[in-house]
């Protein structure tokens, strides 16, 4: 009885060595945000050294996109059925394999395989990292400080890739983007292995759901597909719209299959919750947002002002640096204070405001005064809402569910990434086409008319990414409903289906077991 005792207590304590565990876990995620940018910034020098044709060339960012979004829920579940930690391991192993093989491609057909390889282990490894930072955290304000500490890398992580890339590209070369991968994967599997532990009692050995595993992975490939077909085909192309869908009748069988079996794949248990199924919806909206701001100042930054690539990405840097001190410093100081949509509310407000800002540029806007003051309150506001909507995502979730309830959030961002670039992409071109039309009959400097008709097309996407996280800012203000963490607690129960939302801030501690 006593020996119980003593191994119930030694469970109850959190683990020694979580924070170092957090840098780990943080390096592991900060490689797999990178790599949705990094790339970019190389694509022109890879697709000439390897010749790779125009038609093909979106395939190098979209087969990563592909596997990583199609196989989150499936990579979720593996988690939580063969080991966080491992699946974590594996993830990163098979990570750095594939960035070595696409750094050393020698034609199209090795870089895509990479790159499908890349977002196939990303998805093991994306879920795994964060349910593993969700079940070694346990303390409500140490929890909070280190989804703060994720969701700056989340938010920040893209920007920070857009840099880094046009630093290796242009002193080094290209495939240096893919090569800078497995220092960050070595590091993170020895903290792994040396430093993270995974609570006991945490698996879901459940047999895995086939079904859902083909049905899910088909509809959000047809789905992400969808989007980027849209982009190069256009909406009303026979292709695109076959994808949506084929997208839309696989998702839904998926939700009537996932409702009927004993073993999901996706528990509705999971996003039945208003709280956590609104966290969802509104990172994905604010993904959108940001993903087409990212895409529209490269380019206004590089094609309109001229900048290298290394300067573009060094322009980003008050973006990241806004958002750091929003996550580490304001998110997770006022999440245990106050309620969650209180925060993420007026955070995605605020970053409407900063994309807003960026609407009233034009060919002559200089930097200090168009485009800082936006880059700025959008990592203020980014910061703050991301914290706890990271933290609520798997906030009250049971153990055997954190893979498949963190899988959510990357297959959000995923999705929202997608979604944002190919969306604001087609109305910013069609954009430029109108104004370029309406123009054309006035003469005057060609090459002026068509940088005003470019910045046209970005502000005029703008507007509709202001309209897109202004939504992202509704949502969490009428879906999200629960109070502070300290008010959340999981049902202990046997059949771990439910939670309640009153308790003490003893019950809100993740139930370890089943």
Do not use: C
């Not at 309150?377 to 933290?391: K, M, N, Q, R, V």
């Amino acid at each position: 009885m006593s020996h119980t005792l003593a191994a119930n207590a030694e469970k109850a304590l959190p683990d020694p060595r979580r924070w170092k565990a957090l840098v780990f876990i943080s390096i592991a995620q900060l490689m797999v945000v990178l790599d949705a940018t990094i790339v970019n910034i190389a694509l022109p020098s890879a697709q000439q050294d390897l010749g790779i044709s125009d038609a093909n060339k979106q395939w190098v960012i979209t087969a990563y996109a592909l596997a990583f979004g199609g196989l989150l829920l499936f990579g979720g579940r593996i988690a939580d059925l063969w080991g966080r930690k491992r699946t974590f391991v594996t993830g990163l192993i098979g990570f750095a394999l594939a960035s070595a093989i696409g750094g050393f491609a020698g034609n199209e057909a090795m870089l895509l395989s990479a790159r499908a390889a890349q977002g196939a282990f990303g998805a093991l490894l994306a879920p795994a990292a964060l349910s593993l930072l969700a079940v070694t955290f346990t303390d409500i304000k140490e929890r909070a400080k280190a989804f703060g500490v994720f969701g700056a890398i989340a938010g920040g992580g893209g920007a920070v890739g857009l840099l880094l890339g046009g630093v290796l590209t242009e002193y080094l070369d290209w495939r240096w983007t893919f090569f800078a991968n497995i220092p960050f994967a070595a590091v993170a599997v020895l903290g792994a292995y040396f430093v993270i532990r995974e609570p006991e009692g945490g698996r879901n050995r459940s047999p895995l759901d086939i079904p859902g595993v083909v049905l899910s992975t088909l509809g959000l490939v047809s789905l992400v597909y969808g989007f980027t077909r849209a982009e190069t085909s256009g909406w009303s192309a026979a292709s695109t719209i076959g994808l949506f869908v084929a997208a839309v009748v696989l998702l839904g069988v998926f939700v009537a299959v996932e409702s009927r079996v004993r073993h999901a794949l996706l528990p509705i248990r999971v996003i039945a919750d208003r709280n956590r199924g609104g966290a969802y919806l509104s990172l994905g909206l604010a993904i959108i947002g940001i993903f087409g701001v990212f895409l529209f100042l490269t380019y206004y930054l590089q094609v309109i002002r001229g900048y290298s690539a290394i300067k573009t990405g060094l322009a980003f840097l008050p973006l990241v640096v806004a958002l750091i001190i929003a996550s580490t410093q304001i998110g997770t100081r006022l999440v245990n204070r106050l309620p969650a949509r209180a925060l993420m509310a007026p955070g995605y407000t605020l970053a409407a405001i900063g994309m807003l800002l960026f609407t009233q540029l034009d060919v002559d806007s200089s930097y200090a005064s168009g485009i800082l003051p936006g880059l700025v309150l959008l990592g203020l506001g980014l910061g703050t809402a991301f914290a706890p909507a990271i933290g609520l995502s798997t906030n009250g979730i049971e153990p055997r569910d954190a893979g498949v309830a963190s899988a959510m959030v990357n297959t959000s961002q995923q999705v929202g990434g997608a979604i944002g670039t190919a969306l604001l992409n087609t109305i910013a071109a069609t954009a430029t086409t109108g104004y370029l039309a309406s123009h054309a009959a006035g003469g005057g400097d060609a090459k002026l008319l068509q940088a005003q008709g470019l910045v046209h097309g970005y502000t005029h996407a703008t507007w509709w990414a202001v309209g897109i996280e202004a939504a992202a800012a509704l949502i969490a203000l009428t879906f999200i409903t629960a109070g502070r963490p300290s008010t959340v607690m999981v049902d202990s129960g046997a059949d771990g289906e439910g939670a309640s939302e009153t308790g003490s801030a003893q019950d809100s501690v993740p139930v370890v077991g089943h």
